[in-house]
């Protein structure tokens, strides 16, 4: 059974960071691209960050510069470090995967995801 469980959400100043963590059991993330989403009210969900492998990462153009991904194999854990954060950055965000890209342009979405934990970033 795979489950993704994230942990690290919070009520942040603009401005400050904050770590998400998604502990991972069921699939190896050494050998599966992952990713995180965020979802803000009243928006569609969108793809934030993807970690492809070991060190090949993808970002939204919004968080660039600001968010980093990153994995832990030995804990099966993959993390999300967001600085700079502004008030537009608050969402729901989810810990998906393995995503895919077969056409080599667009990331679709894995068919596993966390139950999302609450970022909210005040002015």
């Known amino acids: 059974q795979v489950q993704l469980v994230e942990s690290g959400g919070g009520l942040v100043q603009a401005g400050g960071s904050l770590r998400l963590s998604c502990a991972v059991s069921g699939i190896p993330i050494r050998f599966n691209t992952m990713g995180w989403y965020r979802q803000a009210p009243g928006k569609q969900r969108e793809l934030v960050a993807v970690m492809i492998d070991g060190s090949s990462t993808d970002y939204a153009d919004s968080v660039k510069g600001r968010f980093t991904i990153s994995r832990d194999n030995a804990k099966n854990t993959v993390y999300l470090q967001m600085d700079s954060l502004k008030p537009e950055d608050t969402a729901v965000y989810y810990c998906?995967?393995?995503?895919?890209?077969?056409?080599?342009?667009?990331?679709?979405?894995?068919?596993?995801w966390g139950q999302g934990t609450q970022v909210t970033v005040s002015s």
């Open positions: 998906n995967g393995p995503l895919s890209r077969p056409l080599g342009r667009d990331w679709y979405q894995g068919k596993f």
